[in-house]
């Protein structure tokens, strides 16, 4: 349903909440007239559906204004989904215009906590800080759903290494990329907001707030990210290890089987005059030689050294992952 709620807040600003279909309302029509500094900023946000944008610009050469529009999600506490979003905002001295918020961030924004953060503001772009702090709780929910999902990778691992589980790793690392990558924006609205108001934000409360989410989400993310990789790369060393212990069985066991081969190869030929082959011994004689060079072969490997525990790995059972 279009219209627009105003709120007057203790700073001296006002935030105008609007929903409109689009922006060929009567709506936006009259805010072009009501005023024409925005009218720049409304025809922009009508070619920026499915975009993030952000732009600084000063009215009058002076006063700093941000405008733009952001792409997010809403992910609710207690329900596995993602509801994909996306506001138009714009912030001068003395209005703050969001259009086309989503219904629980708006909500969210009506609790008393954040109704007081919004009256602690001194100017509208303040309270566009509130707003993205809270929007920014939506990614903290995700974030922790994703931990848990990481988790129960990382025990799948322990417990065995399977050809799959590379599958769910690399599925966990496009996950991050994708949270990532909706991160940038917030990261923006920061350095944008230092390029347009300078060193007065150093005190703003709600700047700062907005700051030390921020980081705590890079932080958090740079962690994943680290993790992922020391996932990829036991994988790979597991992969490797594992592949190392099969060629080097099969090459005992060709070294072991090779006198059997030459004996069966020597004895196979079409001759008539092969030792033993007209003996009734001949057989057993053959076969016995056969089996004691063949010992003798695997004797020898193992005082080298050569076998190891490659032979006696699935016996023991000791190591899950190899």
């Not at 209005?95 to 001194?122: F, G, P, W, Y």
């Not at 060079?293 to 050294?305: A, V």
Request: overall charge negative; glycine content about 8%; aromatic content about 12%.
């Amino acid at each position: 349903m279009e219209g627009q709620d105003i709120y007057t807040l203790a700073g001296g600003w006002e935030w105008y909440d609007v929903r409109v279909g689009g922006f060929k309302s009567e709506l936006i029509g009259e805010w072009k007239i009501h005023d024409p500094y925005t009218m720049e900023w409304l025809d922009l946000a009508a070619t920026l559906e499915g975009r993030d944008y952000l732009s600084v610009r000063y009215k009058d050469g002076v006063e700093p204004v941000l405008m733009g529009s952001l792409l997010y999600v809403v992910t609710e506490e207690g329900k596995n989904q993602q509801i994909p979003e996306q506001f138009y905002f714009y912030a001068d001295g003395s209005v703050l215009i969001t259009i086309n918020l989503d219904d629980h961030t708006r909500r969210s924004m009506a609790k008393s906590e954040r109704v007081s953060m919004l009256h602690q503001c001194e100017r509208p772009v303040e309270g566009l800080f509130v707003l993205a702090r809270t929007i920014l709780h939506y990614y903290h929910t995700g974030m922790d759903r994703f931990e848990v999902n990481l988790r129960q990778v990382e025990a799948r691992m322990r417990e065995r290494n399977r050809r799959t589980l590379m599958d769910a790793i690399l599925t966990a690392r496009f996950e991050l990329l994708d949270w990532s990558n909706r991160f940038i924006p917030f990261q923006e609205l920061l350095a944008a907001s230092r390029e347009g108001y300078h060193d007065s934000l150093d005190d703003s409360r709600a700047f700062n707030q907005l700051q030390y989410r921020v980081e705590r989400l890079g932080q958090l993310i740079h962690h994943y990210e680290r993790e992922i990789d020391t996932l990829v790369s036991i994988d790979d060393a597991i992969s490797g290890f594992r592949g190392n212990e099969i060629m080097k069985t099969l090459t005992i066991f060709t070294v072991v089987f090779t006198p059997a081969t030459v004996i069966g190869a020597v004895w196979g030929m079409n001759f008539e005059n092969l030792p033993g082959i007209e003996t009734p011994w001949g057989f057993i004689v053959v076969t016995g030689i056969t089996l004691a060079w063949m010992g003798g072969m695997y004797w020898w490997l193992r005082t080298k050294g050569w076998t190891g525990d490659l032979l006696r790995v699935k016996a023991r059972k000791k190591n899950k992952n190899i």
